[in-house]
């Protein structure tokens, strides 16, 4: 069973950068593609970028400037980096595999984390 | 950039009735290109329908997809109580490749 689990800190200062990790078991880490999504609290699903396993990237535009997104297939691990954050990156982050047949479509996620963006 | 437009954002229903839930899109998007997911307090997404119609792995049969163009439509022919939840329609194509409608919370009547 593939599972994912993020870990990184539950509160940032502004300005500062969010850091996040995912850890992905149970399954191969080739052959898809690994995103970080975002959901600010009670409001919906934003995108924010993906990592291939061969390391190609794709960013969300509206994000791109402060978005890094990197993999270790080493360790079946893949980070999110982003700079310069205000309250309005505060979300629960979650990574999520993506398979493709025609689109990217998300069929396994983390159970997600919260982070809070304040001083 | 595409706009996915859900409707209504609420629903309410009640157990055993059929949902029709509606994704409009800004631009014409390939019907191979849109997905749709059941989200629960306090869980992740979970993926039902992804290429408009091809149920995922573990969906049952009363949930389905159709559509193609602008306009997708998430039916669950008989309402379960597990179903009651919020629905997010998802499309891949150009930029961004990848955009969430902003849901539809069916609750129980």
């Not at chain 1, 079946?76 to 689109?103: E, H, K, M, P, W």
């Not at chain 2, 969906?59 to 306009?71: A, K, L, N, V």
């Not at chain 2, 990848?98 to 849901?103: A, D, L, R, S, V």
Request: glycine share 10%.
């Amino acid at each position: 069973q593939v599972q994912l689990q993020e870990s990184g800190p539950g509160l940032v200062k502004p300005s500062e950068t969010l850091s996040l990790t995912c850890t992905v078991s149970g399954g191969s880490f080739s052959s898809y593609y690994w995103n970080w999504i975002r959901q600010p609290p009670g409001k919906g699903l934003e995108w924010i970028g993906y990592i291939h396993y061969s390391g190609t990237t794709m960013y969300n535009p509206s994000l791109k400037s402060r978005v890094t997104i990197s993999v270790d297939t080493s360790k079946n691990q893949f980070s999110l980096s982003l700079s310069s954050v205000t309250a309005a990156d505060t979300a629960v982050y979650y990574c999520a595999r993506g398979f493709t047949i025609f689109g990217i479509w998300f069929d396994y996620w983390g159970q997600g984390t919260l982070v809070t963006v304040s001083s | 950039d595409i706009v996915l437009t859900q409707s209504p954002g609420t629903l309410s229903l009640s157990p055993g009735e059929r949902a029709t839930l509606s994704c409009r899109a800004s631009q014409s998007v390939s019907s191979s290109y849109l997905a749709w997911y059941q989200q629960k307090p306090g869980q992740a997404p979970r993926l039902l329908i992804y290429g408009a119609s091809s149920r995922a792995t573990g969906i049952p049969d009363r949930f389905s997809g159709s559509g193609s163009g602008t306009d997708f439509t998430l039916t669950i022919s008989r309402l379960e109580p597990e179903d009651f939840a919020v629905y997010y329609c998802q499309q891949y194509g150009s930029s961004p490749p990848i955009t969430f409608g902003q849901g539809t919370r069916l609750e129980i009547k």
